[in-house]
């Protein structure tokens, strides 16, 4: 074992995993993390706390990470490039190994300019895939980036981002190739909606051997409503939604979307069980994790294997 | 070159308001390059004030003088009668040149006009791009001679993030997607295979993260 987190030995195990997310608060109230944390217990395997998400500032995902540890959860800690250079990351992570947070996810994080600070100065010391270089070196070399002794290195099982759907396309299997070399453990990727693009992705990862080598999780989030999937379709860079998706959503009336955006999410989730390559789902119901329960439960998830 | 940019009416009033004769020194080489602070530049803007601050009921006399380069000794001293001659000195010039003349200078006042902006190129008219924030340790032989640091908004070493789109930065979709450049010119030089190496993390130390930077010549030290 790498790590020894739970995630980890699901995957190792063979067991389709779930990953679920949690946003932490524009505010310095711990009961919020404890009542969203409540939602996820037992639903899901490991749960990403987002690092400042779209760039707005929020609790830091270190103390959210900590609390979730707290309320006996696991935690995936997510950490961007955007904001701290190589020393805080380092010490972040030897802090969050102490804190007893196993799993990392590393990010490149959305640019300054959408978030709350447009003022900002971007960091970027570093980028995402040299984070994964860095967080691998400091576990399995017990080195720093500049080659010296950890006394107790940390030993995190490591995380990568993914976006099958990220022009230019021919290039995206190759990243993804790049990231597992830089020792990516897993990979969680983008939300899914074009599946018809995912198993081009998926096979052409298969084809080189890549999911031999790493842990494949297909990223879903389920629709809230038909304004939500227009205005991912539009407005959010990265991101792919088909036209079917919508044409769903417009086919039933207005308080019925939701529904239907929670059973689109749950056959992707049941494609995805058969499909070679995936190992799990991370499934990222938005502000939404109250509902988390009936998804993984109508996608016949549960019970989460104990390991 | 260096491109700037000529600050608002309105704030150079404001900067040059507690000064009755003032230099406007005009800089010939990239600002002129630019239209920024030549001497078409010198002149129109020298035309604007005396206007502007007829106007508001205040007496200024504007002397105007543009040399060859502000950031070069030999041709600042061609400007020494006129700084010493005024009160205060509105350079036209970039922040170096700007510097430049307040090292030599030290009585007088010198105050910028410009918004020094990046080192670019006139891409087409009307439209400059920045291509190169001078981090003092050039790699464009491995990119295919378009730079990540200086043309992805968040400097990416080893590949697009997930939101290169139609070309286009996430950031903004009026900005080339640096990435989608390199691939593109790699694969037609056949030279794609560059990407797959994995690229370590930058020593930042040459570039102005290491605080401010100098070079010395030996060999040209008398």
Same mark, same amino acid.
């Given at each position: 074992m790498k790590s020894g987190s739970n995630l980890e030995k699901i995957l190792a195990e063979g067991k389709f995993a779930v990953t679920g997310e949690l946003g932490p608060p524009r505010g310095a109230n711990a009961g919020t993390i404890k009542d969203k944390a409540q939602h996820l217990k037992g639903m899901v395997d490991s749960v990403n706390i987002t690092d400042n998400q779209t760039a707005v500032v929020r609790m830091s995902s270190m103390a959210a990470s900590t609390l979730l540890v707290k309320e006996g959860m696991e935690p995936n800690y997510q950490m961007v490039c955007r904001d701290r250079n190589r020393i805080a990351m380092q010490s972040d992570i030897l802090g969050a190994y102490a804190l007893g947070i196993r799993n990392m996810l590393c990010l490149s994080g959305?640019?300054?300019?959408?978030?709350?600070?447009?003022?900002s100065r971007k960091v970027f010391d570093i980028d995402s895939i040299q984070l994964v270089s860095m967080v691998k070196k400091m576990r399995?070399?017990?080195?720093?980036l500049n080659g010296e002794e950890i006394a107790d290195p940390p030993r995190m099982f490591i995380g990568a981002a993914a976006n099958p759907f990220g022009e230019p396309y021919e290039f995206r299997v190759h990243r993804l190739a790049k990231k597992i070399e830089a020792g990516a453990d897993f990979i969680q990727t983008q939300c899914i909606y074009n599946m018809e693009r995912f198993r081009e992705w998926i096979k052409q990862a298969n084809d080189m051997g890549l999911t031999e080598k790493v842990y494949i999780l297909a990223g879903v989030t389920p629709m809230k409503a038909l304004g939500m999937a227009r205005y991912m379709q539009k407005n959010v860079p990265g991101m792919d939604v088909p036209d079917w998706v919508i044409k769903r959503l417009q086919g039933v009336e207005k308080k019925k979307q939701a529904g239907e955006g929670i059973a689109i999410c749950c056959e992707q989730i049941e494609e995805f069980r058969e499909?070679?390559?995936?190992?799990?789902v991370h499934l990222m119901a938005i502000e939404w994790e109250h509902r988390v329960p009936e998804i993984v439960e109508k996608a016949g998830l549960l019970p989460r294997p104990t390991v | 070159m260096i491109v700037g940019n000529q600050k608002s009416l309105a704030e150079i009033k404001e900067i040059v308001a507690p000064y009755k004769n003032l230099l406007i020194l005009g800089c010939g080489t990239c600002v002129k390059t630019c239209f920024a602070g030549g001497e078409d530049e010198v002149a129109t803007l020298s035309s604007a004030l005396r206007l502007g601050f007829k106007k508001d009921g205040k007496e200024i006399l504007i002397q105007e003088l543009t040399i060859e380069r502000q950031c070069e000794d030999e041709f600042i001293q061609e400007a020494a009668e006129n700084i010493n001659s005024n009160d205060a000195v509105l350079s036209l010039a970039c922040g170096a040149g700007v510097q430049a003349i307040a090292k030599r200078f030290k009585s007088v006042p010198v105050m910028p006009g410009l918004n020094t902006t990046f080192i670019g190129i006139l891409e087409k008219q009307g439209l400059f791009t920045e291509e190169?924030? =001078?981090? =003092?340790?050039?790699?464009l032989a491995q990119f295919g001679s378009v730079c990540p640091i200086a043309r992805c908004s968040k400097k990416l070493l080893n590949g697009p993030c997930g939101g290169s789109k139609n070309g286009s930065c996430e950031v903004d979709a009026?900005?080339?997607c640096a990435w989608q450049l390199i691939i593109d010119r790699l694969k037609a030089l056949g030279? &794609?295979?560059? &990407?797959?190496a994995y690229v370590q993390p930058k020593d930042w130390r040459s570039s102005n993260a290491g605080g401010p930077r100098k070079l010395v010549r030996e060999d040209h030290i008398i």
């Open positions: 959305d640019h300054q300019l959408f978030g709350d600070h447009p003022k399995d070399e017990g080195k720093f499909m070679k390559g995936v190992a799990g | 190169c924030v =001078g981090c =003092g340790d050039c790699r009026e900005t080339d030279q &794609l295979n560059n &990407l797959k």
